[in-house]
């Protein structure tokens, strides 16, 4: 027996308050991030779409666990889709980093309550996952420069084999979040 | 597997897979490669997830570090987890515990990545502010896997443990001799002579004493046989009466203001140690919601523990108690009886005076809080309280000239005076002629 609560974790609350406020502040300000990355790459945005992405993403950080996530990636997307024209902008890689943030932060949020101090251990491997994901945008950025400088004949084979590679990475991801057992 | 155990994908998961399929479609058909861009980093997560799906639960096990601690003392509630794959990136655990339980942390909440902190520091610090039986746990668990793209949730409610605080002991002593008991074996000197191991004096022999007492010294030079005498040993039986029927005042835990019941409790807690600890014979007798709880008569470390778990148990009546008054059964002639009481009914201190007039020692300890809360905003609460009050004091008074010693807890030598009262005017008390 001790006389003091000595044994356990010794973390006060501020500590757990500085996580869980991270997380939501960068939930909150990441779409808004992606927003001036589309803004730079095409030189004119949209204020309504801004607006409803920072209702959204207050909706977000309140509520890290819920779907609504999904409805700022696409909001963001139609935006860039319909105001960026440039195919090979390298503000693609900015938008792609403030949608990896957003994404990592949200799901970060839904691993503890907020109440729930986090380890510097955490941190460190969110980090380092968080900067491979940004490496591999950047990466796919370098290849589609590269590809688009040689003009690849826009042949309907090519989107139909596309398309086919995509319904079957689908049906991968679907198979492999589904069943109790991923596929070997 | 049972559903309960199965590892759900997350909306983070699902983020990621229709988020990444939605931006290569799109990509796809409207032939902008920098969409694919944008898709990236969903695809990875996704893809990751995916790969490194746990499948199968986590094994955890709850642990206390001490099934019973003195209230105000702390103890750690553990949590160890066997992940056989080594897939469970983060886990996080709630824990439950009920009133006068303080955690550190404050929220009973941590979180820890189990491949790089182990599951050492997965510990709650646990501290009981009052005494009692606590229940710790169930505690909630959820483990994660990477990207939390799939989540496993602890579902066992049952997984509780009980946490004993037992009552911390006020401080207390009694330098008074005994008062008359009828046993003869045990650590006090007895008022008569017999068998026993303190010298008493030298006397001529008589018939039956026995031959290895003569002193040859003494019978030498007188030239008559004499005998040396002792001071008989007897044992001392003491009876805890805690009347824990009603708890008055609002108890503070053990760094605030004690309630009535808090008083009783760690008052017989105290008188039971010291008693315990001279070798005498211990009883105890509380009576609570559930009505009369007995503990026999006996000595040691153990006894005690054993008197200090039950007074643990004590809770108050919520309703309205059918106490008769009567004694219990098994009280012996000749026992020193300790009733704690906050002699909050009329009851309480008819008991005390039937007692007595079956021929036993009884001593009131009046445990009423010295500064009750007075409710003044309420004028009738106020005045039905300061009714009471009277009342109380005119019934104290009334037991007191019957003979029965009524006195306040305070702590160290609160006994002694009476107890030395009662040892000067002890002797053969005779049961009352009803």
Not at chain 2, 48 to 71: F, G, K, M, N, Y
Not at chain 2, 122 to 132: D, E, H, V
Not at chain 2, 176 to 198: A, I, K, M
Not at chain 2, 251 to 276: F, K, N, Q, T, W
Request: net charge positive; glycine share 8%; proline share 7%.
């Amino acid at each position: 027996m001790s006389d003091q609560l000595t044994s356990g974790p010794s973390r006060p609350w501020g500590h757990a308050l500085v996580a869980a406020v991270t997380m939501r502040t960068l939930v909150l300000t990441s779409p808004l991030l992606a927003v001036g990355c589309t803004w730079l790459a095409a030189h004119r945005t949209m204020p309504a779409v801004g607006i409803v992405l920072v209702l959204l993403a207050a909706a977000c950080a309140a509520r890290p666990d819920s779907h609504l996530g999904l409805l700022v990636v696409v909001v963001i997307g139609i935006q860039w889709l319909a105001t960026v024209h440039n195919r090979t902008t390298p503000w693609s890689v900015g938008a792609a980093v403030a949608l990896a943030v957003f994404h990592a932060s949200m799901a970060a949020a839904t691993v503890a309550s907020p109440a729930a101090p986090w380890t510097r251990a955490m941190c460190r491997r969110w980090v380092r996952r968080l900067v491979i994901l940004i490496a591999g945008s950047a990466g796919t950025w370098l290849i589609v420069s590269a590809v688009n400088r040689h003009r690849p004949a826009s042949g309907s084979v090519l989107v139909v084999a596309s398309l086919v590679a995509l319904a079957i990475a689908g049906l991968w991801a679907r198979d492999g979040t589904i069943r109790a057992h991923p596929p070997e | 597997m049972k559903s309960a155990d199965r590892w759900r994908p997350t909306a983070a998961h699902a983020r990621a897979v229709l988020s990444a399929l939605v931006l290569a479609v799109v990509a796809v058909l409207a032939r902008r490669p920098d969409m694919l861009v944008l898709a990236t980093p969903f695809a990875g997560a996704a893809v990751w997830a995916v790969l490194l799906r746990p499948t199968c639960a986590p094994e955890i096990r709850q642990s206390l570090d001490h099934s019973a601690v003195h209230e105000g003392e702390a103890t750690t509630w553990r949590l160890c987890v066997h992940d056989p794959e080594g897939r469970v990136d983060d886990v996080a655990v709630a824990l439950n515990t009920t009133e006068w339980t303080e955690q550190l942390p404050v929220d009973g909440q941590v979180v820890v990545s189990l491949r790089d902190d182990s599951d050492q520091p997965l510990a709650i610090g646990i501290r009981t502010t009052r005494w009692g039986h606590h229940r710790i746990g169930p505690a909630r668990v959820a483990a994660t896997s990477a990207w939390a793209g799939f989540r496993w949730v602890s579902g066992s409610a049952a997984d509780a443990r009980m946490l004993v605080a037992l009552p911390q002991p006020s401080r207390f002593d009694a330098s008074t001799p005994p008062v008359h008991t009828p046993g003869l074996v045990g650590v006090n000197r007895s008022p008569q002579q017999n068998n026993g191991t303190e010298f008493a004096s030298i006397r001529p022999f008589q018939t039956g004493d026995r031959l290895r007492r003569i002193h040859w010294p003494q019978s030498l030079r007188t030239g008559t046989l004499h005998v040396t005498s002792t001071w008989a040993d007897h044992d001392r039986h003491v009876v805890l009466f805690v009347d824990a029927l009603s708890d008055v005042g609002e108890s503070g835990g053990v760094d605030g203001r004690p309630s009535s019941l808090d008083i009783a409790v760690r008052a017989a807690g105290a008188i039971a140690e010291h008693y315990v600890s001279t070798g005498d014979g211990v009883a105890l007798v509380l009576l609570d919601h559930r009505g009369l709880h007995r503990v026999p008569p006996a000595t040691g470390r153990r006894h005690l523990r054993r008197l200090l778990d039950v007074l643990a148990t004590a809770r108050p009546a919520r309703n309205r108690f059918d106490d008769d008054g009567r004694i219990p059964r098994g009280l012996t002639p000749g026992a020193l009886v300790v009733m704690l009481s906050p002699l909050a009914s009329p009851a309480a201190l008819q008991r005390a005076v039937t007692m007595a007039n079956h021929g036993l020692t009884v001593l009131v300890v009046d445990c009423l809080p010295p500064e009750v809360v007075d409710d003044r905003r309420d004028p009738h609460v106020a005045l039905s309280r300061r009714i009471r009050s009277l009342e109380r004091e005119r019934e104290v008074r009334r037991v007191g000239q019957t003979g029965i010693a009524v006195v306040s807890w305070r702590g160290p030598g609160s006994l002694d005076e009476v107890l030395r009262d009662l040892k000067r005017h002890a002797g053969p008390r005779i049961r009352a002629r009803s």
